[in-house]
């Protein structure tokens, strides 16, 4: 069941699925729902199937020796993959977060086609209004590289933490019979 959500969202534009989300509801089940409500939806249901495949590849990376070891030393499947498995699998994951929430930010404007106001569909009124397009989509341009670029910024700290050092010193037999 997860694999079809995952080909259906993956398949579709995004555009074609907040349009389906927004009047689907109304002419489906008769609920008339908000559009900001059905933008907030679609784009969810849209990046999680996304990020569903980046964990699912993050997991997917890590050697099949890390659950051998785990089960040779006694650990459930649970233990293992709560304090090996997933542990490294979030070290390779991070760079996917960043690309993913890059991602939805710029989606943020495939939404006004539901009518959501966003940073986009205002910009289309401010151009309307004052016939200042270039100067209106230049700010709106630096809005979106400014959340990106931050958000990126941090994501990268967190890799760096998460890496670790990269000096790492091997005990010898000699130095471990003399601690001994």
């Given amino acids: 069941m997860i694999a ?7 398949g579709t534009p995004l555009m074609v699925q907040a349009t389906v989300i927004y009047y689907g509801t109304m002419s489906i089940w008769g609920l008339d729902i908000p559009s900001f409500s059905a933008g907030i ?4 249901l849209h990046i999680g199937a996304y990020f569903s495949e980046s964990v699912r590849g993050a997991i997917g990376g890590i ?14 499947y649970l ?18 977060i960043g690309n993913t929430y890059v991602s939805a930010i ?7 086609v539901i009518a959501v ?13 004052y016939y200042k397009f270039f100067e209106t989509y230049c700010i709106v341009s630096l809005i979106y590289f ?24 091997l005990i ?7 601690s001994k």
């Fill in 79 to 96: 233990q293992i993959m709560l304090h090996v498995i997933i542990p490294q699998a979030f070290r390779n994951l991070i760079p996917q």
């Fill in 117 to 129: 106001t966003e940073l986009y569909f205002t910009a289309r009124t401010v151009t309307g209004t």
């Fill in 146 to 169: 400014v959340c990106t670029f931050v958000i990126s910024r941090l994501l990268k700290l967190l890799e760096k933490f998460m890496a670790g050092s990269s000096t790492y010193e």
């Fill in 4 to 10: 079809v959500y995952v080909e259906v969202i993956r």
């Fill in 172 to 178: 010898t037999e000699s130095e471990e019979e003399v």
């Fill in 106 to 112: 710029k989606d943020t404007s495939v939404l006004n």
């Fill in 41 to 44: 939806l679609a784009l969810s």
């Fill in 63 to 76: 050697d099949k020796g890390q659950m051998e070891g785990g089960q040779a030393i006694g650990m459930s």
